[in-house]
């Protein structure tokens, strides 16, 4: 008796179905990293669509008060509970969802120019900053 294919007899050898796996797991690996990135990208938006919507807070505020809040923030919360107006109304709300992490709010003593900076939750850290004038994504941490 003979070992291997008879005559006639359909298969794939095993060399030709590690070969197949090996193709599926390359285009696998390569969804799987534009899927990744992808996120990564949507994170750093969101985030940077948060800093537009503090500073749009932070612009209401310096048009009634006649400068910008002069403290220094570490939370989120905090600066929020701070932007209201002469009849305590809030400036903002609070942003849906955790879009990114170590949120400060550095004021010049002046009142007149502030820095935001939050990290966006991307793989790299990215840094996202923002002061009156514009707002600008630096790399990851």
């Keep these: 008796m ?8 359909r298969g794939f050898s095993n060399v030709e179905l590690v070969i197949v796996i090996v193709i599926i797991g390359i285009l696998a690996n390569v969804a799987v990293l534009r899927f990744m990135s992808t996120r990564d990208s949507a994170r750093i938006v969101t985030a940077t669509h948060d800093v537009f919507l503090f500073k749009e ?15 220094d923030r570490n939370a989120v919360r905090l600066l929020v509970d701070d932007l209201v107006n002469f009849d305590g109304q809030p400036y903002m709300t609070l942003p849906n ?26 793989r790299n850290g990215t840094i996202i900053r923002g002061d009156p004038s514009r707002t600008w994504t630096a790399g990851g941490l």
């Design 97 to 122: 969802g955790a879009n990114f992490a170590n949120f400060n709010y550095r004021a010049k003593s002046d009142g007149q120019s502030y820095l935001i900076e939050v990290v966006a939750l991307d």
């Design 57 to 71: 807070a932070l612009g209401l505020y310096e048009a009634d008060h006649g400068a910008f809040p002069n403290l």
């Design 2 to 9: 003979k070992w291997g294919k008879k005559i006639g007899q």
